[in-house]
């Protein structure tokens, strides 16, 4: 059945000796639970695919921390306290460290651990939509210009509105909304990077300089395309590499570099996402 925003669900996750997991929800308002158990054969998991798992995690938990230093919550602060006084993050560490060397029982209770933080963390994160929201528009700010800059305003409104409302609906369309938002204009430099490498010659003599910035832009793109690939993040910190490398292509070839782009158009980018294929 459907239940309301914001609705309250408690998550128990076990593993019992014979290595099977059982994940308990429990809804109070409707007061019924539900609980699934995975059967386990074989190895647990790979250690790299809960490392994988954990990194993820831990840049979740930090996107978290920030909002909550800019935007506090007193339910969010507490269950960062929680987190903290377990010391989670630094068991699961120590844990994948000895299942690195091969001991199975860290792997399996690491895997479990990431888990349950995966849990916890969802659990703060559906608390701090509106903080989200507002530091998303804080950071699209200082890129947006023209028609970005005027639909900001008004989804900065429509916030204030939703939020003393309590509209849980109305701030996710307009948190899909900043996600847009946000992957065409963090695109933009990678696409104006992508572009001037695009209209190289396939041949073409250059001072050692030149050639070295050009290697530096194209190393970076095949950089971010696996990235894009694997379906990670692309970080504030890979844009201002991208900014800075492009400014080096651009110093280095100067009005050559100008010329070849004024005769050869880009490749083809959606206008909505700005998501060009990087591959091409």
Known sequence: RD????TRVEV?????EHREIKL???IPLIDEEFEVVFEKTGSVTDVEEVRKRFDTLKLKLKLIQTIQREFPKQEVEEGLKTLESLTVVEGIERDLKRAAHG???????????????ASSLNHLAGMQTEGRIRN?????SKRATGRDADSLRTLRSDLDKAAAGNHEDILQTIEKRL???????RMAPIYLLYHSLFVFPQ???GTP??????REGQDLILEIAAKLERGESILDEMIVRVERAHDRLRQAWGSQLQEWIRVKPGPAVDETTGVINLKK
């Open 3 to 6: 239940l309301p925003a914001q």
């Open 179 to 185: 996600v847009e938002m946000d992957i065409r204009l």
């Open 136 to 140: 998303s528009i804080n950071s699209l």
């Open 203 to 205: 041949q073409v003599r």
């Open 12 to 16: 128990t996750i076990e593993e019992d």
């Open 209 to 214: 300089e030149q050639v070295e910035s050009f």
């Open 24 to 26: 308990s929800a429990f």
């Open 103 to 117: 001991e199975p029982a860290p792997l399996r209770r690491a895997n479990l651990d990431s888990l349950r933080l």
